[in-house]
């Protein structure tokens, strides 16, 4: 997928992550998204984002 924009579900399958866990991320504002009427999206942008925090948090 190369969309600037991803539904939950879409955001999930990129992250190998389940739904759920991606609506636990936004809730706690680890991920970020934007609202499009009463859709939630997440930007590319910011799914790469919360992989570079992750990847600066392990251990070297």
Do not use: F, Q, W
């Not at 991606?22 to 999206?41: A, E």
């Amino acid at each position: 997928m190369d969309a600037l924009l991803y539904t939950a579900e879409e955001a999930a399958e990129l992250l190998k992550i389940s739904r759920c866990k991606v609506y636990d991320l936004l809730r706690n504002h680890d991920l970020r998204s934007v609202k499009i009427g009463g859709s939630r999206r997440i930007p590319r942008g910011a799914l790469e984002e919360y992989v570079a925090r992750l990847l600066d948090m392990e251990p070297a």
